[in-house]
């Protein structure tokens, strides 16, 4: 059978116990144990033990921690630029109030406390339907319509922070031509700054199967 090194527990005293109480309570844990009065001799070096650390007060107590559990959290690109102060929903189907500082990073780890347990969040990325993270940067796939890559002119696009962005085309781009946003990508909380966002531009290339159609891409071409 295992012993269970506690001091206090061995010498059956609560941690408050005094000089004296000590004292005493080791007088009758020693004389029930001694081996010459028929006591186990590996329960009496403990019990001598324990009142040795408690006399000169060299027991250093081990708090017992409350259990911890690991859980994902999965967060956008937009939580990961602004952080999250508020409700978030775990891959575990928990539902948590927590603080997360902006820049958090895959496989960066939180600890926040749940109906009295300590929970570690994992940090995960959560896909994103428009927004592809590389490094500190993010890349937006961009559709242009070809009046627009031949002549120049301005697409519209959000960012990840829901921004209105003012995308100047230039004439002549072609297919996956790359425009780049300073600012505009994941937060990089060491150089307390963000990245860039780069915005490949996907040329669509109009289908004419009528005359109509054909006289009104002429028309858009002279405007």
Not at 57 to 70: A, C, D, G, R
Not at 149 to 169: P, Q, R
Not at 196 to 206: A, D, Q, R, Y
Request: aromatic letters at 4%; charged letters at 30%.
């Amino acid at each position: 059978m295992r012993l269970n090194r506690n001091p206090w527990k061995l010498l059956n005293i609560s941690e408050d116990a005094s000089q004296e109480e000590i004292k005493k309570a080791y007088k009758l844990a020693s004389l029930k144990h001694h081996p010459d009065r028929g006591g186990d001799e590996e329960m009496f070096k403990a019990v001598n033990d324990a009142y040795r650390k408690l006399k000169d007060n060299t027991h250093v107590p081990i708090v017992e921690q409350p259990p911890t559990k690991l859980v994902n959290v999965r967060l956008t690109p937009k939580q990961q630029i602004e952080g999250v102060n508020g409700i978030i929903e775990t891959d575990e189907g928990q539902i948590l109030e927590v603080r997360i500082p902006k820049g958090a990073r895959r496989d960066d780890r939180f600890r926040v406390k749940y109906k009295g347990q300590t929970v570690i969040l994992n940090i995960k990325e959560a896909a994103d339907p428009l927004f592809t993270r590389q490094g500190n940067s993010l890349i937006l796939n961009v559709e242009v319509d070809v009046i627009t890559a031949m002549c120049g002119g301005i697409v519209e696009i959000k960012s990840a922070t829901d921004e209105s962005i003012a995308l100047d085309i230039p004439p002549g781009v072609s297919n996956n031509h790359i425009i780049c946003i300073p600012d505009h990508g994941l937060y990089y909380k060491s150089r307390n700054r963000r990245g860039n966002l780069h915005c490949i531009l996907s040329v669509i290339i109009p289908v004419l199967n009528t005359d109509e159609q054909k006289e009104e891409f002429i028309k858009r071409l002279k405007q």
